[in-house]
T-cell receptor, first 109, second 114 residues
């Protein structure tokens, strides 16, 4: 059974705009991670937020976690064309990562 | 630079012909993972090694096997590839305690079955 569901499935914005992606999950977690995947490549870890944290920042990235709603969001501010990629949330459930379906972000110059 | 390396990047095999994908790491991480990712889908964990301990996912087909001869190398063997096994295969590593830490991914091997 899939742990993470992501929304939207695809997002197209202009350079300089903010991009928000959401992730919902079903069971209790130890932490939630976000990864980026450029087309045809491996995944790159972006940020990890623990279950006792509510918000975390890393550069232009802001992640929130609401364990009562079992949801997380990833905000990319001032997007760039190089941010074009697929973004996956992954939940740590019992010692392994379970990935959501991903959001495909397209940033147009 | 420390990294996860996968070879080959692209592999074509025939239906039913055994194929081996390889992964090596210079991170000295104790956990290594193999994922299968089909087009526009989430990566799906096939199995992982915690040091030498092999952990198979319940829904991983018997057709898929793995070997880890040492800390640095891990292999994925597909004994009799079917058309449905065409996918991107991702190797990843992590340190210490399984998924509680970030995973480092290789670039993947794209497998085509003809």
């Amino acid at each position: 059974s899939q742990q993470g569901e992501e929304d939207p499935q695809a997002l197209s914005i202009q350079e300089g705009e903010n991009a928000t992606m959401n992730c919902s999950y079903k069971t209790s977690i130890n932490n939630l991670q976000w990864y980026r995947q450029n087309s045809g490549r491996g995944l790159v870890h972006l940020i990890l937020i623990r279950s006792n944290e509510r918000e975390k920042h890393s550069g232009r990235l802001r992640v929130t976690l609401d364990t009562s709603k079992k949801s997380s969001s990833l905000l990319i501010t001032a997007s760039r064309a190089a941010d074009t990629a697929s973004y996956f949330c992954a939940t740590d459930a019992g010692g392994k990562l379970i990935f959501g379906q991903g959001t495909e972000l397209s940033v147009k110059p | 630079d420390a990294m996860v390396i996968q070879n080959p990047r692209y592999q074509v095999t025939q239906f039913g012909k055994p194929v081996t994908l390889s992964c090596s790491q210079t991170l000295n991480h104790n956990v290594m993972y193999w994922y299968q990712q089909k087009s526009s889908q989430a990566p799906k964990l096939l199995f992982h090694y915690y040091d030498k301990d092999f952990n198979n996912e319940a829904d991983t087909p018997d057709n898929f096997q793995s070997r880890r001869p040492n800390t640095s190398f891990c292999f994925l063997d597909i004994r009799s590839p079917g058309l449905g096994d065409a996918a991107m295969y991702l190797c990843a590593t992590s340190s210490v305690g399984l998924a509680s830490y970030e995973q480092y991914f290789g670039p993947g091997t794209r497998l085509t079955v003809t």
